[in-house]
T-cell receptor
Framework: QKEVEQNSGPLSVPEGAIASLNCTYSDRGSQSFFWYRQYSGKSPELIMFIYSNGDKEDGRFTAQLNKASQYVSLLIRDSQPSDSATYLC?????????????FGRGTQLTVWP | ETGVTQTPRHLVMGMTNKKSLKCEQH?????MYWYKQSAKKPLELMFVYSLEERVENNSVPSRFSPECPNSSHLFLHLHTLQPEDSALYLCASSGAKSTDTQYFGPGTRLTVL
């Protein structure tokens, strides 16, 4: 059973702070990693994807991947109340030819003004 | 229309009803997916279609019956559902590579009475 683990939270940070979201996965063969944001009652929307070890930055978001530790994280700098949502970590199954994704339960983030 | 669309957005049905959920993608993708999202549980993959052929059926009860008439359309036919089937049903699409991102539709909120 391939597993993706996230801290369920809730994670609460003040506006302007850095929010750090963490995810570990069990399948060493996984090659692609995704962070989705899901507002209450809405569908998941892609925030970032990362394939290689190291950091990938996109605006206020930075994804970090460490395949040796089977760990992927998402940093949100200058957090805004509009960032309040559930963040889903998704990992593709190693060896899959069709993008079979395994999702964590999500971390609920609240950014307070 | 752009992206991935789903209809209806909300559905209430009795246990003896038959209904269908529809998904359409306008992204030129050739893989489509049905997911179930229940409260406090990770996203559960139900079915995967690639080039209109079902390539994965993730141990889903037979009261859920998918149909993919072409690469842009996906249906989920529902009959004799149970109250525990109440959930958000999400459709997604992607390219065929294992590293391709999946894009989600807005979902259908299903309530079974």
């Amino acid at each position: 059973q391939k597993e993706v683990e996230q801290n369920s939270g809730p994670l609460s940070v003040p506006e302007g702070a850095i929010a750090s979201l963490n995810c570990t996965y069990s399948d060493r063969g996984s090659q692609s990693f995704f962070w989705y944001r899901q507002y209450s009652g809405k569908s998941p929307e892609l925030i970032m994807f990362i394939y290689s070890n190291g950091d990938k930055e996109d605006g206020r978001f930075t994804a970090q991947l460490n395949k040796a530790s089977q760990y992927v994280s998402l940093l949100i700098r200058d957090s805004q109340p509009s960032d309040s949502a559930t963040y889903l970590c998704a990992v593709n199954g190693g060896g899959s030819t069709l993008g079979r994704l395994y999702f964590g339960r999500g971390t609920q983030l609240t950014v307070w003004p | 229309e752009t992206g991935v669309t789903q209809t209806p957005r909300h559905l209430v049905m009795g246990m003896t009803n038959k209904k269908s959920l529809k998904c359409e993608q306008h992204l030129g993708h050739n893989a489509m997916y049905w997911y179930k999202q229940s409260a406090k549980k990770p996203l559960e993959l139900m079915f995967v279609y690639s080039l209109e052929e079902r390539v994965e059926n993730n141990s889903v009860p037979s009261r859920f019956s998918p149909e993919c008439p072409n690469s842009s359309h996906l249906f989920l036919h529902l009959h004799t559902l149970q109250p525990e089937d109440s959930a958000l049903y999400l459709c997604a699409s992607s390219g065929a590579k294992s590293t391709d991102t999946q894009y989600f539709g807005p979902g259908t909120r299903l309530t079974v009475l």
